[in-house]
């Protein structure tokens, strides 16, 4: 019997720290290069083979259009985990945990304007999770309607969130600090005594099916987020 195709595309030692890797955070290629200590070229090799088994995608940075930012795709590995358990025998079909009902950290979600991404990011978590969410830009700008619509869809009323600077958080502490956009990710000042830094590479949204594409994106990887944070708090 041939193994299934997610274990044959993760089972090489290279693959599985990228994928590790990438399961906290999206990563540039340089950044996967220094923290696996191999050489480019054979990062970018096994890069290639996780992209042909859909289990990461890449997107070129918009800071810096010579990087290419890595995502791993965490529902996708989640359904073919339980496939490749129950593979092997019926008994062995992986459940997802269930999600946290609520989650008591601190996390600040930063872009460059404040005005959607991380609007967005804060508000989700807030309304289904709890929890002291907040976020931030730096460079405010007025919160973007299509972000308040879209919202409003998922029964989150974003009509009164304010964009606010990055600087009214200086000298607080968070469990995560999450850019959610590689400009600001850049410029991203140090939080003393905050737990881990993580970067979530999402375009810009320039339109409504952008826009709900986020909301989606973002809902999934804030579940994810809290299974990281229960099991950091244990």
């Given at each position: ?72 795709d ?12 129950a593979a ?18 601190r ?9 959607a ?32 619509a879209?919202?409003?869809?998922r029964?989150?009323d974003?009509?009164a969130a304010?964009p606010?600077h ?5 000298g607080d502490r968070?469990?995560?600090v ?14 003393p ?12 949204p ?6 709900e ?22």
């Amino acid at each position: 019997m041939t193994p299934p195709p997610f274990l044959i595309a993760a089972g090489h030692p290279v693959r599985w720290r990228l994928l590790s890797e990438l399961a906290g955070s999206d990563r540039a290629v340089r950044e996967l290069t220094a923290l696996l200590g191999q050489p480019q070229n054979l990062v970018s090799y096994h890069l290639g083979k996780l992209r042909k088994a859909a289990l990461v995608t890449a997107r070129r940075s918009s800071a810096d259009g010579r990087d290419t930012y890595y995502s791993l795709d965490l529902p996708r590995c989640s359904a073919l985990l339980a496939g490749a358990g129950a593979a092997l025998h019926p008994a062995l079909s992986l459940t997802p945990p269930p999600t946290p009902p609520s989650y008591s950290g601190r996390v600040l979600f930063l872009c460059t304007g404040n005005s959607a991404r991380s609007q967005m990011a804060e508000a989700l978590l807030r309304h289904h999770h709890g929890g002291a969410a907040f976020s931030a830009g730096s460079r405010p700008k007025p919160i973007h309607p299509h972000a308040v619509a879209v919202m409003a869809a998922r029964g989150i009323d974003l009509s009164a969130a304010r964009p606010k600077h990055l600087d009214e958080f200086t000298g607080d502490r968070f469990d995560f600090v999450i850019t959610l956009c590689d400009r600001v990710k850049e410029v991203c000042p140090e939080f003393p005594g905050s737990g881990r830094r993580v970067h979530w590479s999402i375009p810009e949204p320039a339109d409504l099916p952008a826009f709900e594409q986020v909301a989606d994106d973002l809902t999934a990887r804030v579940t994810f987020l809290l299974h990281l944070g229960v099991s950091n708090d244990h």
